[in-house]
């Protein structure tokens, strides 16, 4: 192909692009010596866009007037920089503009043929929104291409028409897995999810809240100055901490061993290869989960192969857990971090006319088309517009497996097919599920200077993730502090992120009262997925990961195992106790097991789409019905005395992920992906009423005591007080935080308890004024449940343990 061509692979931390011209080999453009151009952009005082390396420095002493993920905030529409509103396109735009100005320095002069990537599951208003960037930078009409079939196409030698490949894209501030299948004149997209707050800055993360269990209890006003930096001086004391983290995170996949540098206590800590893969193990097993959901959904196929992209993917362990997965050595390139931007060059363009292709998850923004062009490969399957992904469960790991390292291929000329065939992938989704194997917690290392490192603490939270990796940005610009939230610490936890988008004001908050904690049991392998509790409290069960369910009394550490499926590698999703301690229902893949609790006989099954993370299960008040919520939509009531299936509330294809009773049995409430809330009167089965309640996924929901009021929770980070009779609107309230998991009523009528994500805490509001009265500072919240009397809240966490919590004081 003639002329110069230039493939940009638009990241949410660094942005990738790389040049061809004529017959000659792609390559990366440079950008201050490095392959890798920052995405972040800083507004000067005079109103420049800085970009790239030079944001970054310029952010330590203009904080206020820095984004550090354009990409993060392209839904936003504007974002205030230093006191001055700009423009979601604009902000792509000035980083488009420097990719601009480089190929256009290196090619001598400007390039036309411009291929950009992005997630396949975009939309046409995200999609718009990048091509209208691309052309206010001067690239003009662009061809938009989704990364896995970029990815795709620079591993596409051998493959047949109509096998499958998977590609696990694991970047710095995101993950995607995706299974993409070879047509005749492409690849097409069957299946993909994306995990927005899962990248290799978690990784970091992990590292740099592992040295603060360490360092803040040597000396915790200088670990606060790292943490939480305010002087220039600090902060660049703190960049440098994280700078050093991620290098040596970097040798780690490399060598056995490397030293950190804290800065302030002037001393290199040893960290090993061991002791990283156990701290990055919990992200891993998100992305692993994700990659296994993708496959499932994507169906059999008669051979895939797994294609590893994005640098992060260079941490060994990745590689090692997808095998145990999938059962096959994925692929990776020596350069990972190139294969989206060199593969969107291998894709044959399509006329300017071809229409936007309907994409999964439907977009929900209306927005006027430029003028784009799409490759036929570009397209993914059609789901109703309500319908979107639920974010998968992180699972346990595995009996070990052999590893398999990573088939290393050399980078190929991306103008010329590579020579060999990927290895084909037996089909993932008709096996047993596999977990994983714990990783065993390293002995303990010294570092140099009088004090000891400890052996490592259990895993960390799931994503310890996103709080801290938004931390990570901003530390490395030298803005950590400007987005903390009330109520984030709790010894070893990181800081809260407050959402998607950047908080910036550094202003001291009102210090909040804090629930308390009365005890705790820490007896599961892996995170605690369900719980739930008799009225009065004596009793609870639990699920976990590790393929456990747990029967335990009040104040008692130990328990029953009443369901163990470890041997068997499965997982347990989500639980209910019935509300007389008789019976025990629990989801697994397979479908929901109903058993009864003093003989741990099974009694019932329930199987067909209502398995995996979307199952929810709920014994009526007077334990005579079970109800499960589909995936597929509707919810099913089982009768505990017959055994038997009584009634099917809705068939609507509505998946529903939160499901209730009121008080007295008589409704049944029903959070749905759709964002809408159904509403059933129990004996009839006839539908009471329905309410769009939220613009994401509806996630949660939850009756007054008296049933005239409902709350719910959802994926846009808000929850909703309805009048149940009208169906009108009472209070919506802002959680601060992307998502609100759940929700409950307290049995008096007087609070409403919320769960939240990224920064996974729970919250307790007043139900009449709404303002906020008390907080947790244990931020590793899974689910949740309340005694009758309203006095006590028992939680399931990330970090394995069953906590109960005083409420009563707070209202």
Known sequence: MAGTRLGIDFGTFNT?????????????????????????????????????????????????????????????????????????????????????????????????DVTVTCPAGWGTARRGLLAEAAAAAGLGTVTLVAEPVAAAHAFAAGLAVGSQVVVYDFGAGTFDASVVRRTADGFEVLAERGLEDTGGLDVDAAVVAYLG????????????????????????????????????????????????????????????????EQLARPILDRTVTATRAVVRAAGKAPERAVFLVGGSSRIPLAATLLHQALGVAPVVRERPELVVAEGSLRVAPAPASMALPVVYPAPRLPVAEPSVQLVPSDVTL?????????????????????????????????????????????????????????????????????????????????????????????????????????????????????????????????????????????????????????????????????????????????????????????????????????????????????????????????????AGSGATVKFSPDSTLLAVGRENGGVVLWDVATRKERLTLGTNGDGMRGITFDKSGTLLAAAADSGKVWIWNVANGALNRTVQAHTDGARGVSFSPDATKLVSGGSDGMFRVWDVVAGTELKAVASGQKKVKEVLFGPNGAGIVTTTDPDNAMRLWDATTY?????????????????????????????????????????
């Open 16 to 112: 990738v692009a790389v040049l061809a011209t004529g017959g000659e080999q792609a390559r990366p453009l440079l950008f201050d010596g490095s392959e890798l151009l920052p995405s972040a952009v800083c507004r000067t005082a005079d109103g420049e866009l800085l970009v790239g390396r030079d944001a970054l420095h310029a952010a330590r002493a203009l904080p206020e007037a820095f984004e550090p993920n354009p990409k993060r905030v392209i839904d936003e529409g504007t974002v205030l920089l230093g006191g001055a509103e700009v423009s979601s396109v604009v902000l792509v735009a000035a980083v488009f503009r420097r990719v601009a100005v480089e190929a256009s320095r290196v090619a001598g002069e400007a390039v036309e």
């Open 213 to 276: 269990t360490v360092f803040a209890s040597r000396d915790p006003e200088r670990w606060a100055r790292l943490a939480q930096p305010v002087t220039g001086e600090d902060r660049r004391l703190a960049r440098m901490l994280w700078d050093d983290v991620r290098t040596g995170k970097e040798m780690l996949s490399r060598t056995a061993s490397t030293l950190i540098h804290v800065p302030l206590f002037a001393t290199d800590v040893p960290l090993g290869r061991d002791q990283l």
């Open 382 to 610: 059609g789901s109703p517009a309500s319908a979107t992904p639920p974010e998968p469960v992180p699972e346990p790991a595995p009996a070990a497996v052999p590893a398999a390292a990573p088939v290393a291929v050399p980078d190929a000329d991306p103008a010329a097919e590579p020579d060999a065939a990927p290895a084909a992938v037996p089909d993932a989704a008709s096996a047993e599920e596999p977990g994983v194997a714990a990783v065993p917690a390293p002995a303990g290392t010294a570092v140099r200077s009088p004090a000891v490192v400890p052996a490592l603490p259990g895993p960390p939270p799931n994503r310890p993730g996103r709080r801290v990796a938004i931390a990570v940005v901003v530390l490395a610009a030298v803005v950590a502090a400007a987005i903390y939230l009330p109520g984030a610490g709790n010894g070893g936890n990181t800081p809260n992120d407050g959402g998607s988008s950047p908080t910036r004001s550094a202003s001291p908050t009102p210090r909040i009262p804090e629930f308390r904690q009365l005890e705790i049991t820490d007896a599961n392998a892996s995170y605690v997925t369900g719980v739930s509790v008799t009225p009065d409290g004596s009793l609870y069960a639990t699920s976990s990961l590790d393929g456990t369910v747990r029967l335990r009394q009040q104040g008692k550490t130990d328990g029953v195992v009443l369901h163990d499926t470890r041997n068997a590698l499965q997982t347990i999703d989500t639980v209910a106790l019935s509300p007389n301690g008789q019976v025990v229902a629990f989801a697994a893949e397979a479908g929901v097991t109903v058993k009864e609790v003093g003989s741990k006989a099974q009694i019932g099954r329930i199987g067909g789409g209502y």
């Open 771 to 811: 303002q906020l009265l008390a907080t947790s500072t244990f931020t590793s919240v899974y689910c949740l449940t309340v005694t009758a009397d309203g006095t006590r809240l028992i939680t399931g966490g990330l970090d394995s343990s069953t906590r109960v919590w005083d409420m009563a004081g707070l209202l």
